[in-house]
């Protein structure tokens, strides 16, 4: 039987790809955004994950204004990207798993999500970043993923509650899932930022710690957040931390935080980095 492994969380700022791509990773603004990775590699390199479902936002590429899904599946057998105009090279077609994909469209549709299904999705920075953090160079390639879009762009977008229902869906699904998988979640984006507007460049400490501390065993405290709550807290497109609770939720068993960074600011965002472990309920209690 597939089981979760355990969540990464990641921000996913396009200026990142770009670092990337100028190998800038040792520089000194960018030393101790990379340096979050080290264990992160470290924790795959044991892990070995085959599968990753991430959870993020569509900036525009696959889905723009005009058809905004609030909640997309992937079900395709690779998923290529297309220069956003950010100046970064074009991350090579990732591959996908189709057949986990239908398995976790119908267990949601069966949850009763109305989710789009998308048999071909172009991925946009929110996932390709953080799939070249976690597997640097050409490790990229060990990783099959299953991309789930959760609309943070358009108002009015699902609630924390909402999502952390999605992710534990998925995890239910995965679970029930028979083939011999190990799969990671990843949830991307955040935290705190608001990128225009008069608060643009806010960020708030205090919010960012306590989401990083009450999603490891609270996250349905956060729940409680409205999406207006989330605005004022952690700016506009702090709202990305909806995926983080999606990726939360997909966790079913024991979850422990295992590693945690953040730093302020890459380009005018907070940027943190949590890995979580999920340890199945009987393996704990037994341990
Ligand atoms: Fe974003």
Redesign the pocket.
Known sequence: MARIIGGVAST??PAIGKAIADNKQNDPYWRPFFQGFDYVHKWLAREKPDVAIVFY?D?GLNFFLDKLPTFAVGAADEYRSEDEGWGIPVARAIKGDADLSWHLINALVADEFDITICQEMLVD??VTIPIALMFPGERWQTIRIVPVSIN?VQHPLPSLKRCLKLGRSVGRAVESYKPDLRVMVVG??GLSHQLDGKRAGFINKEFDRLCMDKIVDEPEALARYSIHDVVEEAGA?GV?FLNWMAMRGALTGYVKEVHRNYHIPISNTAAATVVLENAPIAQHQAA
């Open positions: 996913h700022v936002n900036h920075h929110a943070t991307t984006g497109q990305e």
